[in-house]
């Protein structure tokens, strides 16, 4: 089976609460839609900051969600001289302690993650694709440095449609590019 | 079959020639043996410097040799705008052009590349591990983001020891660090 790939550069989510404290009445816009229904690239940036070192320009992904969180790689996590864990978006039990700056004001909370590998997937696209039951597979991504990744978590929701999400670690390791179509394969 | 796994970052190699034009004659210092006989991380750090950005304190590899090369990661790639190929060390066709920057001057040339996946091994222990007449291998990371690398090359010489050598982006995207010891399986 064949799903398309999307390599996730670091990026922000925010809550409204937190949006305002970085960017006060300032509206939120769209610059690109992605393709996950109803997500999209914002018109504003962000810098991650810790004691080592900060990010600049780091995207905010829109729209706003219930929770604040920081997505990094771990190349990223080695810059800023901290150790986030694996988890899943949202799960920020353990998430490491930084600093997001925006023009109004800035916000320290430990909020940050190593996203794991995830294929989002609908219901009825997990029944077509015989993923029913199913909670990990394995992705391959073929080029001049051919890799299979373990541990993509199966993320369902109404709301989602087919798309592996890799970080720009797996994604550069791998040469795989945002758009790419990418093996999937059940253990 | 398990080897020690080397995670490298990216460094520079020089010429005599081009050490002088960075270095003047100051003399090049060991800061640490690697675990491939006779080469170390030196005392020595350099730009390397394109027209999009410029990546300060990158460390030069000893001894010299009879190449310049500069290699980077994907990632890397990416932020200094520049689009090098894959290949062998020593083999620096198509290679980006990339300046490296020292003290004393500095050097223009293309002799940036991504060094492929490679597993260094003595001819004694290539019989050993009835790798002779094979040319790759695939390598398994196991962590929590478990990762199996195809395109691995084999280099013999008498000169190296049994290490598999991956860049940042493969070794961060698995979560391997320098020393762990990781999987060899033959195709």
Request: hydrophobic residues 35%; negative net charge; aromatic residues 4%.
């Amino acid at each position: 089976m064949e799903v398309i790939l999307g390599v996730s550069n670091r990026h922000v989510h925010l809550t409204e609460e937190d949006y305002r404290t970085l960017f006060g009445d300032e509206p939120l816009g769209v610059v690109k839609e992605l393709v996950q229904p109803g997500q999209f690239s914002s018109d504003k940036k962000v810098s991650i900051k810790t004691e080592k070192r900060t990010l600049e320009n780091v995207r905010l992904l829109g729209p706003l969600r219930s929770y604040t969180q920081v997505e990094v790689s771990k190349t990223d996590s080695f810059a800023l001289g901290i150790n986030p864990p694996i988890r899943n978006s949202g799960d920020l039990e353990g998430s490491a302690v930084v600093t997001i700056v925006g023009p109004m004001g800035e916000v320290t909370k430990p909020c940050c993650i190593l996203a794991n590998r995830h294929l989002h997937i609908s219901p009825s696209q997990r029944v077509e694709c015989g993923l029913v039951g199913v909670d990990k597979v394995k992705a391959i991504v073929r080029s001049e440095k051919t890799t299979v990744f373990e541990d993509v978590f199966i993320k369902e929701s109404p709301d989602y449609t087919l798309e592996l999400h890799l970080d720009t670690d797996d994604g550069n390791g791998s040469l795989g590019k945002t758009g790419d179509m990418v093996e999937i394969i059940k253990y």
